[in-house]
């Protein structure tokens, strides 16, 4: 998996890395199929102090790229709620990818035989 961790108007330090990595270990426990991961933390120059953290991701998947993106007054907070937008929809492709829903031929024959 290539791991990739940048800045815009941000000094990306050691504490702040590893936090990252830490929360992204919970998105590949969940999807193993994970090519690549890109992760920007951006300060804003904006006059609102409310939403001027922003963190965003771009994960490569097998089949799909996913792109995330949060806002808040708090870097660390951003990079919570961006962890767990990721997380949902990293468990709703891995859903739709295995779908078990379907009846198996064997099974859908015997069904089908039942109702006559």
Do not use: C, W
Not at 15 to 21: A, G, N, T
Not at 58 to 80: R, T
């Amino acid at each position: 998996m290539n791991f990739k961790l940048s800045g815009h108007h941000l000094e990306i330090t050691q504490p702040l890395r590893e936090y990252v990595e830490t929360k992204l270990e919970r998105v590949i426990r969940h999807f193993d199929q994970v090519i690549g991961v890109s992760v920007l933390l951006t300060v804003d120059n904006q006059t609102e102090k409310d939403k001027r953290q922003r963190a965003e991701i771009n994960l490569h998947l097998k089949g799909k790229d996913i792109f995330v993106e949060s806002h808040h007054e708090d870097l660390y907070a951003a990079i919570d709620a961006l962890v767990d937008k990721l997380d949902r929809q990293v468990i709703k492709h891995k859903d739709k990818v295995q779908n078990h829903d379907r009846v198996a031929l064997k099974y859908q024959a015997t069904a089908d035989e039942a109702r006559l």
